[in-house]
């Protein structure tokens, strides 16, 4: 087993309320001890994190992986690889691959897939109901003992309000998760561009605040009648902030995340037609993103996810409503979580958290902490380190992000998962 | 073999908002009328009125001997295809119509593909009609730096040179001073590129009240930051306009749930002798066509006096002379200083 000693490094560690100069302790896959060493320790391997943060490795709660059934725009291998550079030590990955993440052989797949990378740890979420199709329920007990961390119809939606109420229903007997991502396809009627002035000048297909919103106020509805437990992902507007915040102070068991891109782009930024801000949802306005930020910073809004969507060039290479949406966003998840820091918008411990201890606690998995006997998953980080962001030297297979050519302050020195430096 | 100096990833990384239709102030491409300025578009209307002369009498100049022309269209039409193709040959360029149906290529690469491969065939401009709003912009991104891109459509978004035909009717029959005229554009402006355009135009040109008139389902959210007041009564929204623009109403809009039935929107909407008679005396009456008599204008509007309907096709040639002239004459110029 080998053991590692961190010195002088800053320790942030939101989950134990812990942010000092001190030495971390590594024994195997364990966080052995933090100050002094244990009896007896020698370390095999030591680093110097003196004027570093030490943090817990990051837990994303959705990235898409594009394996199994993408491999032309990226795979496992790559997408942990590049998520353990950027500090991120567990993916989440939403059920929507192909096939279906909905029978246990898909998820043990992906495990080995994964194991045999040796990067990033993947968590996976299984399909609410089979092949997502939104007619019949999916083995959930199954998929929760192959290890499933919880249930989602990703983006697909479901037509009839009765299988999602058994669905949640049955989630609930068995203590499952559900994540939800608030989208009525009706009523966004296949538009890409926030319903405004923006979209209106370009002559871009709408999508209402209501396609998001209407359908929380429905699920939230079920959540209280049927008792499960419920994630709201990628919100992105002020009004589904208002909403979770009043279902929380109901005693709703809900929790909440925004991707990253969402805190810092608006519907200003499609104005050039640039499919890179091409997102679902769409980029809102300047008060909705304010609204997001407000909501992380007060705790309605529980975790930063990057949403990661890694795509080919030729994805990106079109008119802007046939070009495929999303970011790949791995890479600046970290950096845009600090730039908030670092513009006063959220102090560091939240945005620490809402990258780390909240997302694992979502999950219900055991990570996200610098406790003693957690799993040594760390990232470190060198804070003064400034840089810009180049699309070609993203470690992702997917290039395509609009934040080319943002500076940041920070970047990751050292990630260590299970004890082992990557 | 690799290189360095060709990005092959997207252009679009790292761009401003700049204006990709200029080089160097003159006209390069024709995208939008959005961020062109007054003085470009008087220029424009200005050489149309020189070219009103050649339709006449003369026929043909040889301006653009020697170049080629390609209509590239993706979504069918007749009267706009038609019309730059008569442009074209006026000015004694080659055109080639290639129609390409959306369904066949509805992706980018292949879009792309049928670019470069047009391109490797030596033409000098590319006039693009598109489903997609923002595909004129797309492909002057991506064309070689000798080729000019015409919009002759894209999506909901812009449909220039329909609205510059229209400015120079306007000024045919108004004057050149737009500032003591209201406008009323009457419609399906959700779904209108040409109304969007003509709000453009109207607003640069600094028409002194332009109106859009529709019921909401038909009113994309936020189009009073386009310069618009915003009127739901058809006759309350043209009283006492100088020009009333009539917009066609597709069928499917019915399908869609936006609308009742025909009768109900002619009832409504429908440009008849009764309900234009709250607009002035000598107003005037438009339409991009083709009109669909019965459901937004009755016949005896669209035939009658004051409509001015077929001279907008007539004049369509010659601002497409124009636009098509500006464009490929500054590359002749680029041309002969290299």
Known sequence: MSRMHIKNGRIIDPANQRDEIADLFIDGETIAAIGEAPVGFKAQETIDAKDHWVIPGLVDLCARLREPGQEHKADILSETRAAAHAGITTLCMPPDTDPVIDEPAVVDLIQNKAQAAGFSKIATLGALTAKLKGEHLSEMAALKQAGCVGLSNARHDIQNPLVIRRAYEYAATHHITVFIEANNAQLSNQGCAHEGAVATRLGLPPIPYAAETASIAFHLELIAETGVRAHFCRLSTARSVEMINHAKSRGLKISADVAAHQLHLTEMDISSFNAQCHVLPPLRTQRDMEALRHGLSAGIINSICSDHQPHENDAKLAPFPSTEAGISALESLLPLSLKLVENGQLDLSSAIASITYEPARILGINAGTLSCGAIADICIIDPKQDWTLQADSMQSRGKNTPFAGWHFSGRVSHTIINGRLI | ?338
């Open chain 2, 1 to 338: 073999m690799v290189n360095k100096a060709t990005r092959p990833a997207d252009p679009f990384i790292g761009q401003d908002l700049w204006n990709i239709q200029l080089q160097n102030g003159q006209l390069k491409h024709f995208l939008t009328i959005e961020g062109l300025g007054s003085d470009m578009l008087t220029q424009i209307l200005d050489t149309a009125e020189s070219f009103a002369g050649v339709n006449e009498s003369v026929k043909k100049v040889p301006l653009l001997r020697g170049k080629t022309i390609v209509n590239l269209f993706f979504e069918a039409s007749t009267r706009t295809r038609t019309t730059f193709e008569l442009a074209a040959k006026r000015l004694s360029a080659d055109v080639l119509n290639i129609n390409i149906s959306t369904s066949a290529t509805s992706k980018g690469e292949s879009l792309l593909d049928t670019l470069h491969n047009l391109q490797a065939m030596q033409c000098d401009m590319f006039i693009v009609r598109h489903a997609d709003s923002g595909t004129a912009h797309f492909i002057a991104n991506h064309v070689a730096p000798h080729i000019s891109v015409l919009n002759a459509g894209d999506g909901r978004h812009s449909h220039p040179t329909q609205a510059m035909l229209d400015m120079f009717t306007i000024r045919r029959n108004k004057g050149a001073d737009f500032g003591g005229l209201r406008v009323a554009i009457v419609g399906d402006i959700l779904h209108s590129r040409v109304a969007r355009s003509q709000i453009h135009a109207l607003n640069t040109l600094n028409t002194g009240d332009v109106r859009v008139v529709a019921p909401r389902t038909l009113l994309p959210k936020g189009i009073e930051q386009m310069g618009v007041s915003v009127y739901h009564d058809l006759q309350e929204g043209i009283k006492d306009a100088d020009v009333v623009i009539m917009l066609r109403l597709q069928k499917e809009r019915m399908s869609g749930a936006l609308l009742p039935s025909e009768q109900e929107y002619f009832q409504l909407y429908g440009l008849t002798e009764e309900t234009f008679a709250a607009a002035k005396d000598d107003a005037i009456v438009m339409h991009p066509g083709p009109i669909n008599r019965g459901v937004e204008i009755a016949s005896s509007i669209a035939d009658g006096p004051h409509s001015v309907i077929l001279d907008q096709v007539t004049y369509g040639i010659a601002v497409r002379m124009a636009v098509m002239s500006m464009t490929l004459g500054h590359n002749g110029k680029r041309e002969a200083q290299a």
